[in-house]
């Protein structure tokens, strides 16, 4: 009898997969089956792997995925820990709202971390954390103070759950992921990955295990392409509106010039955030822009 077991993959590579078990991590190869069917595993997808007495581990199913973000891709990510600076580059609500929406689309949860408040001027600061309570009160964890962040981490990386980080380019991703993963290493007496990293090998992504989960090593991606997002269904992805819209006078309310809007009203009242209004006019108008027409489908 052939034993199986489930793991998780956590590496990839020259096309060995390193699935961590319950029995400990696991050198397996694919079988070509996969090949065959144009399906090739990805790190952090859930495998079974078939263990046989000669020692040659073949990974054999990958159970179903329930996402696929970045480049390298990474399957199955929980939640993004998305870095935004202060300055260099400039904090952006913008910015910060196409990131929200993007990941909201995909259904993955974003914790959100400020960089760079040791370089920024303190009215400056003032500004920002107000603008980002506003995040808070909507829903989303928010993180000001990176010591904050690395001490509570653990505790918020649930069992199991993979987290990606992501951000603009320059907002302090790689910063934050040596820290994070210098202290993982330290805690669990592992080698850095970081060291087996040629110069010249394609960038491959790998999880190290942090809380009771996964970090991805690489630092996920930084551009967000929204107009495949579906425009009637764009409203879903700003949360706060989402549930105003249980009061709008119409179902499909699309919070434009419909009457008796909640989401307007709203933001009329000051409650609903009028960047946030504004920036959702403003990816609307791009997703329609760049919409296919109808016969093209
Ligand atoms: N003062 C200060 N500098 C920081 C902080 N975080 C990052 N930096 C600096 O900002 C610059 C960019 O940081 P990176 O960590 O390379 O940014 P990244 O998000 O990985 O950027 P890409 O690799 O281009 O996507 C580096 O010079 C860092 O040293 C911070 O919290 N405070
Ligand atoms: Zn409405």
Redesign the pocket.
Known sequence: MLEKIEGIVISVISGYYDVETKKGAIRSRARGVFRNRKQKPLVGDHVIVQLDEQGMNYLVEILPRKNEIGRPAVANVDQVLL?I?AV?PDFSLELLDRYLTFFAWKNIGVTIYL?????TPAAQLVKIKEELSYYEKIGYPVFTD?NKLEKDLPELIKKDAIWT?A????????????QLEKEANQATGQISYALNRGKHTTRQVQLFKYGKGYIADT?GF?AVDLYKIKLDELANDFYEFKKASAKCKFRSCQHLQEPKCEVKKLVKAGEIAQSRYDDYLKIRQEIQDKRMPDYLK
């Open positions: 870095v600076s260099e960089s760079k408040t040791d370089i990176g980080l951000g603009q380019s320059g907002a302090g991703k790689s910063t934050l992921l040596n630092p930084s």
